[in-house]
RNA sequence: GCCGGAGUGGCGGAAUGGUAGACGCAAGGGACUUAAAAUCCCUCCCCGAUUCUUCGGGGUGCCGGUUCGAGUCCGGCCUCCGGCACCA
């Protein structure tokens, strides 16, 4: 073990100092400002170490902006509704919010303690009435905007418990708290009309050019736009059939229809009476199936013949409508043209009941084989006057044709479905809605908000509707139109609707009166950084976007998305490489490292043992490393502390200083120009390898160095936002007047780095062969016979002519030789 | 299956198309010490030579290509890790 430099000591006095001297408040009108959030978190427990990764790249990113004159805004929350909490209320007798607030001040706690430099004025609890007030509000704008609408929808149930579940509470479609299988209930639920904003979420994707592509490809799958053609098929009772296609190019190989089971058109079609037990069985057999089951693509897919014929209205075929729930009822009609010879569900099913398969779209050249999916370099057959066309070609001409008769449209539709945001549990955020039986649906008036959540409930047991619903005083209550009795709605929100605009909140936390003052947030936000983990791409992502756009619709905000960068860290892995997590037990908490280390010597730890957006092994072995570095940082600022000190601005002249000198300046001008493209890139890992660099260049001091003490107060800057309580007290053992923030960003002298001599790689025909010193200032032709004349050189250049060379200043010759 | 990301020493990792392995960990050797810890110095990808500090060859998952030059660019694979997965 090195000897410690006294973190023990020092830690707490800066964050002291910090805190006293209020240097992370946030100021109302910021000149230069820069806001950087890190995703606030679910308050389960404590920090363990993919927190701790989290917040000190946000840490560091907020104090380097600091030091480069910025106002900065770094402002934490706590996501605080949500499960875990009445599961605990269950388990342990305590009430989700004494166990959440409990958890909050823990976890509070150890961030102050590793000494993350969050503006805690400006925090924000999302389960307590000040917030969720306004989470309400935002319910009531959707409501009133027409994006709020309340309809059946499919929920997972599970039986022996009693209770919804969430999709990720089903595991392989038995409940994970008692391996039951769950079945599918119809029940009334609310809906954020997302969909409607599916085009500009998508479009605007293109705007976000800070954020990572992997991100952006997510989020552009996941809204699925797919463009093609709605063609209305007729029943032989004349009952239209519109199906949705992306491949109009196929449609003279459609051989059957397919439709859902749980399609409402069925009751129209002629079944024949001999079918209608079949067709029925299956319904029920269907419905008793989650959404995951049928969604499975592994499942081999089954059907029935409805016993019904359509007609194909491009050929006028008679075709056989079946059944089967490989068909969504909740993508495009509902039903479709099954083409089996050019579509893999298709051919399967087909294959499995013997129905027809006929090509009608070959390969320009070679040989089909079905199913065949491509449409480039293949031409249409087998399809009337359409026949030869190229696919590209034929789709259109076909689609023109369907328009020009009346027969259907072209349409775009989209993947993305709309957001199911109530919940039947009791830790949410009540929906401010009024159910009269005169007055129907009827909103809290604003000014009556919040609709509080009681503090009392019958039981944090689920009973398959929400705990609200049996508490009579919260229930029950007047409608706001008529003062009649009416019945509140008992349901409470999704989570991710109160983390869609926490955002917004923290550029104005006390406002009483809004949920924020649209100037406060048009002066903070768009936030500059946001960084949190790659998992929430496609959800809390898309939903911040959509409540920024709905905002602005609005007028509350004067811009379109709401993050320009976007920052994903890697996942902190546990020695074994697995994910940390609390069912598995193997997370790691940051404090017992601190206790032995100090929280300094664990942040730089953490940063050097991978590149910030890349995953990481997380053990205890690279620490050391780290304590010795700054241990000897530590002795080396005892040593040089009263040393010839330079000004904070000093350039050192590279002819008469010292050789010692000039090395030590020129190396540390190198680490200054490093350490800022490295810190603009996220790479704090070689930031801190350069600083180490830099302080192995120190060597032994001689006595009269002008530079040390200087290089040594520079390389305590560049250190700064990655071990910030060490580099204020270096920055105070070398004589300076804190804080280390306030101190400036350092920049480089370009002067030091520029020599008049070079070093130079020599390759002999793509080879290294020789490194060779020369002056900068060589031409190549010279520089290309200094080498023929070269000993060492000469057996690579003996009977053997020159054919040419590529010089590559100041880096790199190659000859070609033959 | 589709979409991302990644494969470099014993390990974590570094390298704007230009000297592969920076920086650190571990390991081995030495100095200091009564001893240990701490600290400092040296060695540390593989093979072969060697006057002992140099030289030659090979080497960044595999196979090709482009280039004076490829870890880096292009094409085709393999493996691992994430995400999505019947969306017509």
Sequence with gaps: MPAHYPFKEIEPKWQKYWDEHKLFLA?????????????????????????????????????????EGYEVMHPFGWDAFGLPAENAAIKLGIHPEAWTLKNIEISRETLKRIGICFDWTREVTTCLPDYY????????????????????????????????????????????????????????????????????LLADIDKL????????????????????????????????????????????????????????????????????????????????????????????????????????????????????????????????????????????????????IRPVIAPMEGNVELPYTYTEKAKLINSGAFSDLPCEVGWQKIADKVEAEGKGRRKTEYRLR????????????????????????????????????????????????????????????????????????????????????????????????????????????????????????TGHLLYFRFF??????????????PARNLFNHGMVLDAQGRVMSKSLGNTVSPIEEIEKEGCDVLRLAMFFAA????????????????????????????????????????????????????????????????AAEDYADYQFNTVISAVMELLNTFGEVPKDSKVAHYALSKATQLLAPVAPHFSEEIWQILGHKPSILASGWPKHDQQALEETIMTLAVQINGRLRHTVTLPKTMPEVEILKHLQELPKLAPHFEGKSVVKSIYVPEKLINVVVR
């Design 27 to 67: 100021p109302e009108s910021p000149q230069k400002k820069y806001m950087v959030v890190p995703m606030f978190i679910y308050p389960s427990g404590d920090i363990h170490m993919g927190h701790f990764r989290n917040y000190t790249i946000t840490d560091a990113l907020a104090r380097k902006k600091m030091m």
């Design 133 to 200: 007030k306004w989470t309400e509000w935002m319910f009531l704008l959707m409501y009133k905007r027409g994006l709020a609408y309340r309809t059946m929808g499919k929920v997972n149930w599970c039986p022996k418990d009693k209770t919804v579940l969430a999709n990720e509470q089903v595991v392989g479609g038995l409940c994970w708290r008692c391996d039951t299988p769950v079945e599918t209930r119809e029940l009334e639920q609310w809906y954020f009309k997302i969909t409607a904003y599916a085009e500009r």
């Design 209 to 356: 050019k800070g954020w990572p592509e992997s991100v952006k490809t997510m989020q552009r799958n996941w809204i699925g736009k797919s463009t093609g053609l709605e063609i209305r098929f007729e029943s032989e009772n004349g009952v239209p059939l519109t199906v949705f296609t992306t491949r109009p190019d196929t449609v003279f190989g459609a051989t059957f229809m397919v439709v859902a089971p749980e399609h409402p058109v069925l009751e129209k079609l002629p079944v024949p009476a001999g079918k209608k037990s079949e067709v029925k069985a299956y319904q029920e057999k269907s419905r008793r199936k989650t959404d995951i089951e049928r969604t499975s693509a592994e499942r081999e897919k089954d059907g029935v013949f409805t016993g019904a014929f359509a007609l194909n209205p491009l050929n006028g075929e008679k075709i056989p409508i079946w059944m089967a729930d490989y068909v969504l009822a909740t993508y495009g009609t509902g039903m479709i043209m099954a083409v089996p010879a050019h579509d893999e569900r298709d051919f399967e099913f087909a294959k499995k009941y013997n129905l027809p």
């Design 418 to 537: 709309d957001w199911l945001i109530s919940r039947q549990r009791y830790w949410g955020c009540p929906i401010p809605i009024i159910h009269c039986p005169k007055d129907g649906m009827v909103p809290v008036p604003e000014e009556e908000l919040p609709v509080l959540l009681p503090k009392k409930v019958k039981s944090f047991i689920p009973e398959g509707r929400s705990p609200l619903a049996d508490v009579p005083e919260f229930i029950n209550t007047t409608c706001p139109k008529c003062n009649g009795p009416a019945k509140r709605d008992p349901d409470t929100m999704d989570t991710f609707l109160c983390s869609s605009w926490y955002l917004f909140r923290y550029a104005d936390p006390k406002n009483e009166k809004a949920p924020f003052e649209p100037k406060k947030v048009n002066t903070w936000l768009p936030v500059d950084n946001y960084v949190g983990g790659i998992e929430h791409a």
């Design 548 to 561: 920024t756009k709905v905002l602005q619709d609005a007028g509350y905000v004067n811009f379109d998305e």
């Design 611 to 674: 590149p910030s957006d890349k995953e990481m092994l997380w053990t205890t072995e690279g620490v050391l490393g780290q304590s010795r570095f700054l241990s000897r940082f530590w002795r080396l600022a005892q040593e040089l502390k009263d040393y010839f000190k330079a000004p904070l601005h000093y350039k050192v002249d590279m002819h008469t200083s010292t050789e010692y000198d000039r090395a030590l300046y020129k190396k540390l001008n190198w680490a200054i120009k490093k």
